[in-house]
């Protein structure tokens, strides 16, 4: 695979300049997009030099390099993943029959939808962490939210070549729509319930990036099992970079709750008013945003019985989660899946057609895989002698969407009435004296090295980097 010229106005590996409409199209799109991060990306942030990983290509050697680059000319590129000869379509109805390398009639308004709803969560959550650079515990994790950014700013790059090459005019005013919508916006919202949430404060930033940027690995590993061709291959290059926004998450919390615990061992107590007294956050307010941004995430998933995602599978736009490695028939006509509901005020599981439950599918195999990441904290809890652990809340626990929208359940999966639910609301999920106290620990620190009190230093720098290394240059 060739390397990206960066000479060119929009470094490509997709031969772009063979295409003079698209080029035209695309650099006619590009302006705004520079508007929009001047606008809505990262606060203040205009003369810093950041190190930062740039891609030069997909292969291995070249998608991770590393140097300062001002942020507002990093260079937001379009990158496929190699193509894959003679490929099938490995699911559906239509398995068996070559791949489509162009958007077949029939499907077209799918996959436009597909596509549309992908790419607008990339600028939603630009826009939901733009203030955080302000208040970055330190250079290393100022980086770090710099690098998600510009990432995600790609990521739209990648769904907005996708509606410029292969759905001409609509293609390109849903590209249009993409930088008008903004995340929060009373009159013309982000499409997604998640992506309009405040990310106020960097312990919301790890949650987010933990558990949110995780849904976005399954839906991408779910697009790029495709059976559209360029969608499969942009999305397996975007899953590369999503590893390391999930790491950013882990990470981050996991350094949060080191230094709660630490702070709790230096002046033995577990109580939590003495814990904040001392600068660090108590572990049931790190339990109770854990709560929050994992049932907002797993509504990102959908109805836990939906049609189109029946329709999505069986005309092969999006597989599973490891599609590929499963060993059924992958058509799955004559299957059932077992989903919630609630009979006589219990939550009760029923079978269901899977190909209508295929959301509450992905939504199982996400679950399985953000708990094994809270096993990971609750090591560093236990390697501390404390006997807290952290722990995902029932499935059940605030849904918005689907069957489960509005009930009213405890985060262990008890069905409870209004009146139980208002009295036990601060216990499970932030309260506002919750969030007020985590912003007023919010505070910039700059000096190379340091990290602010309520979060303890990474293991290691990024790049091998040394972790006092200046990982930004304000000028
Ligand atoms: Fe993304
Ligand atoms: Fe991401």
């Known amino acids: ?31 705004g997009f520079l508007d929009w991060w001047k606008d809505m990306g990262p606060d ?7 190190y930062l990983r740039t891609a030069i290509s997909v292969d291995p050697s070249g998608w991770a390099q590393f140097g300062y680059v001002k942020m507002p000319d990093y260079r937001w590129g379009i990158f496929l993943n190699p193509a894959e000869a003679d490929r099938k379509i490995h699911f559906g109805d239509h398995m068996g029959e070559p791949a489509w390398q162009d958007v077949p009639g029939e499907h077209r308004a799918n ?7 992908q790419g607008d969560t990339e600028p939603a959550s630009v826009e939901q962490q733009r203030h955080l650079g302000l208040t970055a515990p330190s250079l290393y994790d100022m980086r ?6 510009v990432e995600e700013g790609r990521h739209l790059w990648a769904m907005v070549y996708l509606l410029h090459r292969y759905f001409g005019r609509d293609g390109r005013e849903e590209a249009e729509a993409l930088l008008a919508r903004r995340s929060g916006d009373a009159d013309n919202p982000r499409i997604l319930g998640a992506f309009n949430e405040k990310t106020p404060d960097w312990l919301s930033f790890f949650m987010f990036t933990y558990f949110t940027d995780r849904d976005g690995k399954f839906q991408l590993a779910a697009l790029a099992e495709s059976g559209f061709d360029p969608l499969a291959r942009t999305t397996k290059f975007m899953l590369t970079e999503e590893a390391h926004h999930m790491f950013v998450g882990e990470s981050g919390v996991s350094r949060v709750v080191q230094r709660t615990c630490d702070v709790m061992n230096q002046i033995k107590t577990d109580d939590p008013a003495k814990v904040r007294a001392a600068g660090a956050i108590d572990l049931p307010t790190i339990q109770r945003y854990l709560n929050f941004h994992f049932s907002v995430t797993i ?13 999505f599978y069986s005309s092969g736009l999006k597989g599973r989660f490891d599609e590929g490695k499963r060993t059924d028939d992958h058509k799955l006509h004559g299957s059932h899946y077992p989903v919630l509901d ?7 599981e029923r079978e269901v057609p899977m190909l209508n439950a295929l959301n509450e599918v992905l939504r199982d195999d996400y679950i399985k895989d953000s708990i094994a990441g809270v096993n990971r904290w609750n090591r560093v ?3 501390a002698g404390i006997p807290f652990r952290l722990k995902v809340p029932h499935k059940a626990f605030n849904r918005q969407i689907g069957t489960l929208a509005g009930l009213r359940v405890s985060p262990e999966g008890k069905v409870v009435s209004e009146a139980e639910w208002n009295a036990h609301k601060d216990e499970w999920l932030p309260s506002a004296e919750d969030r007020a106290f985590v912003a007023s620990l919010m505070g910039r620190v700059v000096e190379p090295g340091k990290f602010a009190g309520w979060i303890a230093p990474p293991v290691m720098g990024i790049n ?8 930004v240059r304000f000028n």
Not at 464 to 471: K, S
């Open 44 to 50: 203040n942030s205009r003369n810093f030099d950041v």
């Open 464 to 471: 091998r980097q040394p972790v006092d290394f200046e990982y």
């Open 111 to 117: 996959l436009r939808r597909i596509i549309v709803t």
């Open 1 to 31: 695979m060739s390397t990206i010229d960066y000479g060119d106005k929009i470094p490509n590996n997709v031969n772009l300049s063979e295409d003079r409409t698209l080029q035209r199209a695309l650099e006619h799109w590009q302006p």
């Open 144 to 149: 770090n939210i710099f690098q998600v950014n």
């Open 381 to 383: 809890i236990e390697k």
């Open 342 to 348: 609630v009979v006589d005020g219990k939550l009760v």
């Open 299 to 311: 509504d990102l998933f959908g109805a836990d019985q939906s049609s189109n995602a029946a329709i």
